[in-house]
């Protein structure tokens, strides 16, 4: 760890200084960052990805060891707030937050399935684990949805969202407004936002959207038990009757020295 000579007060006292992937952290960051390393008891692995789109700017994970990664977009990731933000769902994980493991009926165990149910998972669950720590990141002067508010009014000046697939459309809108209502607190865009769907005639995503977002704001989760909860409450309103989700049971998957807890949800007709 470095140190610098100058603190807040313009004493001459050593302020610890620390810095991942070359970004100088303040200190409400570095102390969430040791937080971590203290969880897994591993430094923070950090790598970076020269191949993603602009928009993906940075993941996060655990090797097989229990090794907590960081992974940013080397173009558009190389920032404070990104670097937060992965540091909170891993300190998320680490508290027992689970990752989820969708079990679809023999016969429909497919790869188009998974990556579907796996679209929804990072939209919709992220959304949800996003609506309990970015008032954390606010409260450390770090804008979180700074990235978000500017892809929505990119968004507004267009007749759909980007590359949007028209067999899911009615999904992603819903869950593109949910993602909106959760993460953003600029009323004016929401109602900029909120218009436009209903110009486009998307009243039914609209609708739901506002459904699922209700339903977080409401149980105000707080829990893993909470937050699986609510999210499969939000799968179950997002499919209506063409898919149910019920959660089955709760697994440990151990990492090294880490245990990893993966809620198992099951989906039938």
């Not at 459309?169 to 909120?194: F, P």
């Not at 149980?219 to 038990?225: A, G, L, N, R, W």
Request: hydrophobic content about 40%; overall charge negative.
């Amino acid at each position: 760890m470095l140190f610098s000579t100058y603190n807040a007060e313009g004493q001459n006292k050593p302020v610890p200084v620390k810095k991942l992937f070359g970004v100088t952290l303040r200190t409400q960051a570095w102390l969430l960052l040791s937080d971590v390393e203290k969880i897994y008891a591993k430094a923070i692995f950090q790598q970076e990805a020269t191949d993603w789109e602009p928009s993906r700017y940075g993941e996060e994970g655990i090797k097989q060891d229990g090794t907590p990664v960081i992974t940013i977009n080397a173009s558009t990731g190389r920032t404070e707030s990104t670097i937060v933000h992965e540091l909170f769902h891993l300190k998320m994980k680490g508290q027992g937050f689970c990752a989820y493991e969708h079990r679809f009926p023999p016969g429909q165990m497919n790869k188009n399935n998974q990556n579907s149910i796996e679209w929804v998972n990072l939209i919709l669950g992220d959304a949800i684990l996003h609506w309990l720590f970015y008032p954390e990141m606010r409260r450390m002067g770090i804008d979180p949805d700074a990235e978000v508010r500017a892809e929505l009014r990119e968004v507004l000046q267009k007749s759909d969202f980007v590359g949007i697939n028209p067999i899911s459309a009615r999904e992603a809108r819903t869950m593109y407004w949910t993602k909106a209502r959760l993460e953003i607190i600029d009323n004016e865009l929401l109602d900029q936002i909120k218009k436009w769907y209903v110009k486009n005639e998307w009243l039914e995503s609209l609708k739901t959207g506002e459904v699922l977002a209700e339903s977080v704001l409401n149980s105000k989760p707080q829990t893993p038990q909470d937050v699986a909860a609510v999210y499969v409450k939000c799968l179950n309103a997002l499919f209506e009757d063409r898919a149910k989700f019920e959660l089955e049971s709760w697994q440990e998957q151990k990492m090294g020295s880490y245990t990893q807890c993966v809620a198992i949800i099951k989906v039938f007709k």
